[in-house]
Structures are given as structure tokens and as C-alpha cells.
């Protein structure tokens, strides 16, 4: 079952000299994927997620998800559609640092009014499969990198989102960090058949997605299935990146 459609998709900033930054591009994304975006800098990953994220309408052509196009919703209907259906996982991780961890992790489910015993045992589950049970009444200054970027998960996943959408989610941490990050997000993938998009200019945290579409100028280049061997796949994703050419940030 596709998910995630995109159909004739063109994005164009209009200044003094306008900007095609996506190009008629077409992708599909199954329900369960874990697919991977890479590209030079300035190729249009962010205006391509950015426009799946509901921030910024495209210029021409259909973003699908679930068979509902958001873009048509109103204000209202669109600021629930954001909430209940995406789970947002940044680079920055976004927390709020006059909440505590678990206030941050509660916040979604807060705007949409769920009841608090059901808020907490959502949070059991989840804090005690990303470990971090111990770190839940601190605020975010007081804890580490790692551990701020697995609130952040738990905070994107505590509504059962049907699409997760993370943008650079290993750009601040160190290696083993990344690591811990990439496998949180696998299991997630093969647990709970979580539809994951992860912008990343990292062939590391690449090849644990299960597939690879790179862009070029806006348009498709290229795609890479991971198959069963993931080394092998960190390979062809390095190879496809050296053909590409480019910072690939
Ligand atoms: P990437 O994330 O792959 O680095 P972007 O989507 O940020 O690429 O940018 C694609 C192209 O669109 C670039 O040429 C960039 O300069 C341009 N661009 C991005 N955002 C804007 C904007 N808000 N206004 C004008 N041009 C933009
Ligand atoms: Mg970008």
C-alpha cells in the first residue's frame, strides 16, 4: 500500500532571479518503508520535505498521504493533521527547555486533549524501549546530546504517527550516538512497520534505511535497495555519492 504519494511535484521561490528547486518529481513511498534522501547541497531535499511536512505548499503538482491530500484541509484541520498523522524528528531536537522530559514527550498528545492515564502508560512503554526512564523529570539543559534526541523520538512517537519525517536526526550527535539513534530508528521500521523519511547526508546513517533515492537539481537521480547485506549497501551509497559530486550536506 503506498502511503506517501507524489505526483508532478514542483517547487519554485519567486525573487529576483526564480528558483526551480524540485522538478516534476514523482515517488512513491510504501506503507512500512524506511526510505533515505540524499543529494548534494542545494538540491532540494529540505523544499521536497518541507512540502511532505505540510510547511510549505508546492508549487505545482500533489503531495498524497494516505489518500488525503493535506493541502486542501483548512487551518485548523491542518495543524491536527500535522499532529496526528507526522511525527517530526529534527536535527536540533526542538525541546522546550522550561518543560521537563516527560512534559515534552506529553506535549502532542497535551494540544490534542488525551487523558492523563493514557498519556502515562504510553510513556512507560516507550521511555523504557528508547532507556530513558531515569532522565524523564530533567530538563532538556541537563541532559546529554544522545539522550535529547531520543526524547525527541519519544516525543515523535507517542501518537502512533502514520509517517515520521526526520531531517538530519544524527547531524549533532557523535558517532556512537548515531549509531544508537540509527538502530532506535530500524526498530521502529521492523517493529512497528513505521513509515520512516530521513534526509541525511550521512552514507552511514543511510544504509540502515531500506531504500536510497538520491536527487539531483530538483529531480530523481538515482535509487538503491538495500537488500540484506548492509555493508554492501554503505558501499553502493558511497559510490552513487562519488558519481554525484557535490558537498553532499
Ligand atoms: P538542500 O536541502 O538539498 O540543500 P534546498 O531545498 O534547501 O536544498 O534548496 C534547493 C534550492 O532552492 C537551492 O538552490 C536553494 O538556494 C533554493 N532555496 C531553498 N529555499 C529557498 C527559499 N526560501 N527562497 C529562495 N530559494 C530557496
Ligand atoms: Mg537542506
Given amino acids: 500500500m503506498v502511503l506517501l504519494k507524489m505526483s508532478h511535484l514542483n517547487k519554485i521561490?519567486?525573487?529576483k532571479i526564480?528558483?526551480?528547486a524540485i522538478s516534476d518529481l514523482n515517488l512513491d513511498v510504501e506503507k512500512g518503508e524506511f526510505l533515505g534522501i540524499m543529494?548534494?547541497?542545494g538540491s532540494g531535499?529540505?523544499?521536497l520535505l518541507n512540502m511532505i511536512a505540510t510547511i510549505d505548499p508546492p508549487t505545482s503538482g500533489q503531495v498524497s498521504i494516505n489518500g488525503e491530500n493535506p493541502y486542501a484541509l483548512n487551518?485548523?484541520?491542518l495543524a491536527a493533521f500535522r499532529r496526528q498523522k507526522l511525527g517530526f524528528i529534527f536535527q536540533s531536537f526542538n525541546l522546550l527547555d522550561t518543560l521537563t522530559v516527560k512534559e515534552n514527550i506529553f506535549l502532542p498528545l497535551t494540544l490534542d486533549g488525551a487523558a492523563l492515564s493514557d498519556m502515562k502508560d504510553k510513556l512507560k512503554r516507550i521511555a523504557g524501549r528508547l532507556g530513558i526512564e531515569h532522565i524523564l523529570d530533567k530538563r532538556p539543559y541537563e541532559i546529554s546530546g544522545g539522550e535529547a534526541q531520543r526524547t525527541a523520538i519519544a516525543r515523535a512517537i507517542i501518537h502512533n504517527p502514520e509517517l515520521f519525517l526526520a531531517d538530519e536526526p544524527t547531524g549533532n550527535l557523535d558517532s556512537k550516538n548515531s549509531t544508537d539513534v540509527m538502530q532506535?530508528?530500524?526498530?521502529?521500521n521492523h517493529e512497528e512497520q513505521a513509515t520512516i523519511l530521513l534526509v541525511t547526508h550521512d552514507p552511514q546513517a543511510a544504509s540502515y534505511c531500506s531504500r536510497v533515492v538520491f536527487i539531483k537539481d530538483?529531480?530523481?537521480?538515482?535509487?538503491?535497495?538495500r537488500g540484506d547485506n548492509q555493508t554492501d549497501f554503505y558501499?553502493?551509497?558511497m559510490d552513487t555519492l562519488k558519481l554525484l559530486g557535490g558537498s553532499s550536506s
Avoid: M
Fill in 13 to 15: 521561490y519567486n525573487g
Fill in 18 to 20: 526564480n528558483v526551480r
Fill in 39 to 41: 543529494g548534494p547541497s
Fill in 45 to 47: 531535499k529540505t523544499s
Fill in 75 to 77: 487551518f485548523d484541520q
Fill in 184 to 188: 532506535l530508528l530500524e526498530r521502529l
Fill in 218 to 225: 530538483g529531480e530523481l537521480y538515482n535509487e538503491l535497495y
Fill in 235 to 237: 558501499r553502493r551509497i
